[in-house]
T-cell receptor, first 115, second 118 residues
Framework: QKEVEQNSGPLSVPEGAIASLNCTYS??????FFWYRQYSGKSPELIMS????GDKEDGRFTAQLNKASQYVSLLIRDSQPSDSATYLC???????????????FGAGTQVVVTP | GAVVSQHPSRVICKSGTSVKIECRSL??????MFWYRQFPKQSLMLMAT?????????EQGVEKDKFLINHASLTLSTLTVTSAHPEDSSFYIC??????????????FGPGTRLTVL
């Protein structure tokens, strides 16, 4: 079982709709969770971080964390063609196994927003 | 914000030569930086963790003598690909950990270096 799992997609979303991305992780003691966006040929760009159960909103993005169920999700409201990219879920596992802040990355979900 | 730069952005070299890539944190100090490699349409692969003032920690399967890492200051880490071969052609990306926002830190990525070995 991979430590961080995402559906690879592509997830096709009509412009203006909500894109919903899911991510599950295996380490129940994980503490920190991040969503990165990666355009083709570019490096990842941080979108959001979330540390506590519940929702966190930033503009059109909402991250949701449920530690009991070991999943974290990302919602993109009012999707735009410029949101077409691969979205990477990253998890920092429990303290003690790694003191340097190493992240476990999912393989990414490709999102395609269609006009 | 947290800005990380990489240089060069693109390099083409002949087989057998060595290539050095620099990663700099521009507006924060980073005791820890990470080096990743990404092949086309594949996931990020962590190569090594670079810690200021100490030896890098390499992931399993990554040859430390081939990929030399030096983290000589709080804002600079370098990756040298020694005796590069065509199979080393890839997109190399560094990230730096910013501890200002949380105790765990947040990783910010550089723009990446595309290496092509002929």
């Amino acid at each position: 079982q991979k430590e961080v799992e995402q559906n690879s997609g592509p997830l096709s979303v009509p412009e203006g709709a909500i894109a919903s991305l899911n991510c599950t992780y295996s380490d129940r003691g994980s503490q920190s969770f991040f969503w990165y966006r990666q355009y083709s040929g570019k490096s990842p760009e941080l979108i959001m971080s979330i540390y506590s159960n519940g929702d966190k909103e930033d503009g059109r993005f909402t991250a949701q964390l449920n530690k009991a169920s070991q999943y974290v999700s990302l919602l993109i409201r009012d999707s735009q063609p410029s949101d077409s990219a691969t979205y990477l879920c990253a998890v920092k596992s429990r303290r003690g196994t790694d003191s340097w802040g190493k992240l476990q990355f999912g393989a990414g979900t490709q999102v395609v927003v269609t006009p | 914000g947290a800005v990380v730069s990489q240089h060069p952005s693109r390099v083409i070299c002949k087989s057998g030569t060595s290539v050095k890539i620099e990663c700099r944190s521009l507006d924060f100090q980073a005791t820890t930086m990470f080096w990743y490699r990404q092949f086309p349409k594949q996931s990020l692969m962590l190569m090594a963790t670079s810690n200021e003032g100490s030896k890098a920690t390499y992931e399993q399967g990554v040859e430390k003598d081939k990929f030399l890492i030096n983290h000589a200051s709080l804002t600079l880490s370098t990756l040298t690909v020694t005796s590069a071969h065509p199979e080393d052609s890839s997109f190399y990306i560094c990230s730096a950990r910013d501890l200002r926002t949380s105790g765990v830190g947040t990783q910010y990525f550089g723009p990446g270096t595309r290496l092509t070995v002929l």
